[in-house]
């Protein structure tokens, strides 16, 4: 059974631009949720998203958005980019029950 | 709010020593708690998770009793190896406002190295 994957692994940007990531989640899984994780922070949850809809929303600013496509698959977009944004953006795949998630390996964003 | 506080590190360990990383918590209602490893250059892994009081959740020889008196989740091995070395992840399982899905809550890890 494939694990969750995303693209890019790596990508350099520089600020005001913006990015989209991507993940695709473990085949049957409905819910993907977001995590930013930098050495400062720790790992901070960006939102879930279930059956299209985003179910949860953690409290970062609205240059942070994201969407669910009918197959599942997720992409989260950052725009008008800040060197803050540098991180290890973790995307997690589950079947909608409570904690158990599935993490993939993370697409690693610089903003220089 | 929710929030879970993790030992410092890192934890440096010789072979088959005794490993204790302390958790303890802050939330409201009744969470399910969670311990996630990350290995170097990949995503986490749930390792064990205990969704009520008392609960003793365990994995790859390691253990976690849920302990809501003390609000408390230590992860515990009796034995370490050299590929245990690894960052650890308490977490709580946050419901969110609707009532449902998943927010994990996580403490700042705690890197743990074994060496032989």
């Known amino acids: 059974k494939a694990g969750v994957t995303q693209t890019p692994r790596y990508l350099i940007k520089t600020r005001g631009q913006q990015v989209t990531l991507s993940c695709s989640p473990i085949?049957?899984?409905?819910?993907v949720s977001w995590y930013q994780q930098t050495p400062g922070q720790g790992l901070q949850f960006l939102f879930e998203?279930?059956?299209?809809?985003?179910?949860n929303k953690g409290n970062f600013p609205g240059r942070f958005s994201g969407r669910q496509f009918s197959n599942s698959r997720s992409e989260m977009n950052v725009s008008t980019l800040e060197l803050g944004d540098s991180a290890l953006y973790l995307c997690?795949?589950?079947?909608?029950?409570?904690?158990?998630?599935?993490f993939g390996e993370g697409s690693r964003l610089t903003v220089l | 709010g929710n929030s879970v506080t993790q030992m410092e590190g890192p934890v440096t360990l010789s072979e088959e020593a005794f490993l204790t990383i302390n958790c303890t918590y802050t939330?409201?209602?009744?969470?399910?708690l969670f311990w996630y490893v990350q290995y170097p250059g990949e995503g986490l892994q749930l390792l064990l998770k205990?969704?009520?009081?008392?609960d003793k959740g365990s994995n790859k020889g390691f253990e976690a009793t849920y302990r809501k008196e003390t609000t408390s989740f230590h992860l515990e091995k009796g034995s370490v190896q050299v590929s245990d070395s690894a960052v650890y992840f308490c977490?709580?399982?946050?419901?969110?406002?609707?009532?449902?899905?998943?927010?994990?809550?996580f403490g700042t890890g705690t890197q743990l190295k074994v060496e032989l």
């Open positions: 205990a969704t009520k009081a008392d």
């Open positions: 977490a709580l399982s946050d419901l969110g406002l609707t009532g449902g899905g998943n927010k994990l809550t």
């Open positions: 085949s049957g899984h409905r819910s």
């Open positions: 998203y279930f059956s299209e809809t985003q179910r």
């Open positions: 939330a409201t209602g009744y969470p399910s």
């Open positions: 997690a795949s589950s079947t909608g029950g409570a904690g158990e998630l599935f």
